[in-house]
């Protein structure tokens, strides 16, 4: 997530180049034709370009405001892990009469945070990160589970034991529930806390569960692929026909000039149907870089972050005040 002021022009149009570079051709090479070939049937009706360049944008901003509503639903769900794990922090601390206790069930809940955000960081079929604009932009800000193991993270929270099991699962985050829940049911066969106390936690547990399943749904269900080609392709066809209508309408205009562009008008459709076709072009991918919240690019919602944070709270306030400070990000980009 960009957490500073905004985006750069020139860091925009540098990472939406490549499609820059094939537009300017595809409006070179209709207009060479036609002005220096003599192919005069090359130009189109401009309500042609106009009634596909309108389902274009209906269609872009459809995906853009549905891309955003996946990132805006990412942002909620994570907002409300947060909120729950101090609550679950404040209530082993509290519920729990035994410290250690305690301290174990807020440690291995950073476990639980720990092993979700490497579940939610792995790579998908669909996702944008290894295209060639964003590879390239990663050197742009550090992306934390490239940096460390899962097994060196968990290391940090709970016995070498659970930490095996952990690792073995294949469903490592949901397995760190299932090991809370057993060991709230062992606190309470021994006597270390009351039964209305275990329901409670067990209520929290039960919520970490939905708040989970949200945040896998919208990792491993992409945005629908029909709508996602559809826009692709209906860009492509606009950025096609755009030139040959933009050279219908400057023909007319060769008799209205005098000096320099006399005669010379239908070469401004190369800049002019560049500029109009780069804007859609780079709204579409706009708008398939922002479908996978969690992929780990650079308009993520900063899982990462968040789990930092949580962790020197939750720590904190078990009574470590002597919790070393993490490095802030290096950069705008909080991942």
């Given at each position: 997530m960009h957490t500073g002021h905004s985006?750069?022009?020139?860091?925009?149009?540098?990472?939406?180049?490549?499609?820059?570079?094939?537009?300017?051709?595809?409006?070179?090479?209709?207009v060479l034709l036609y002005q220096m070939a003599g192919y005069r049937w090359l130009a189109i009706p401009w309500g042609v370009v106009l009634m596909l360049g309108t389902t274009v944008a209906l269609m872009a901003g459809f995906k853009n405001t549905q891309t955003y509503n996946r990132t805006w639903e990412a942002q909620r769900v994570w907002a409300s892990i947060a909120a729950m794990s101090r609550l679950w922090g404040a209530m082993s601390r509290d519920y729990v009469p035994d410290a250690e206790e305690g301290?174990?069930?807020?440690?291995?809940?950073?476990?639980?945070?720990?092993?979700?955000?490497?579940?939610?960081?792995?790579?998908?079929?669909?996702?944008t990160l290894q295209q060639a604009p964003n590879?390239?932009?990663?050197?742009?800000?550090?992306?934390?589970?490239?940096?460390?193991?899962?097994?060196?993270?968990?290391?940090?929270?709970?016995?070498?034991?659970?930490?095996?099991?952990?690792?073995?699962?294949?469903?490592?985050?949901?397995?760190?529930?299932?090991?809370q829940s057993e060991a709230l049911k062992a606190m309470l066969?021994?006597?270390g806390i009351p039964a209305s106390f275990f329901v409670e936690l067990q209520k929290i547990l039960r919520e970490f569960q939905d708040l989970q399943a949200?945040?896998?749904?919208?990792?491993?269900?992409?945005?629908?692929?029909?709508?996602?080609?559809?826009?692709?392709?209906?860009?492509?066809?606009?950025?096609?026909?755009?030139?040959?209508?933009?050279i219908n309408e400057l023909e007319p205009l060769n008799r209205l000039v005098d000096g320099f562009m006399a005669g010379r008008m239908v070469w401004l459709a190369i800049p002019l149907s560049a500029l109009i076709c780069w804007m859609y072009a780079a709204l579409d991918q706009v708008g398939e870089s922002?479908?996978?919240?969690?992929?780990?690019?650079?308009?993520?919602v900063p899982i990462s972050q968040i789990c930092v944070s949580l962790e020197v709270e939750l720590r904190q306030l078990l009574g470590e005040f002597d919790v070393p400070e993490h490095a802030g990000p290096s950069s705008p980009i909080v991942l």
């Amino acid at each position: 997530m960009h957490t500073g002021h905004s985006y750069r022009i020139s860091e925009f149009v540098f990472w939406t180049r490549r499609s820059l570079y094939a537009l300017v051709v595809l409006s070179i090479i209709p207009v060479l034709l036609y002005q220096m070939a003599g192919y005069r049937w090359l130009a189109i009706p401009w309500g042609v370009v106009l009634m596909l360049g309108t389902t274009v944008a209906l269609m872009a901003g459809f995906k853009n405001t549905q891309t955003y509503n996946r990132t805006w639903e990412a942002q909620r769900v994570w907002a409300s892990i947060a909120a729950m794990s101090r609550l679950w922090g404040a209530m082993s601390r509290d519920y729990v009469p035994d410290a250690e206790e305690g301290r174990r069930l807020v440690y291995r809940h950073l476990a639980w945070l720990t092993a979700l955000r490497y579940q939610m960081r792995d790579s998908k079929a669909w996702e944008t990160l290894q295209q060639a604009p964003n590879v390239e932009y990663r050197k742009h800000y550090s992306f934390p589970e490239k940096e460390s193991t899962l097994e060196d993270e968990l290391s940090k929270y709970v016995a070498p034991q659970e930490r095996s099991q952990i690792l073995v699962s294949q469903a490592k985050a949901a397995h760190v529930l299932s090991l809370q829940s057993e060991a709230l049911k062992a606190m309470l066969a021994a006597g270390g806390i009351p039964a209305s106390f275990f329901v409670e936690l067990q209520k929290i547990l039960r919520e970490f569960q939905d708040l989970q399943a949200k945040s896998e749904q919208i990792k491993n269900y992409p945005y629908p692929r029909q709508y996602a080609i559809v826009n692709t392709i209906f860009v492509r066809i606009l950025c096609l026909l755009l030139p040959l209508g933009m050279i219908n309408e400057l023909e007319p205009l060769n008799r209205l000039v005098d000096g320099f562009m006399a005669g010379r008008m239908v070469w401004l459709a190369i800049p002019l149907s560049a500029l109009i076709c780069w804007m859609y072009a780079a709204l579409d991918q706009v708008g398939e870089s922002s479908a996978n919240p969690f992929e780990g690019g650079a308009n993520d919602v900063p899982i990462s972050q968040i789990c930092v944070s949580l962790e020197v709270e939750l720590r904190q306030l078990l009574g470590e005040f002597d919790v070393p400070e993490h490095a802030g990000p290096s950069s705008p980009i909080v991942l």
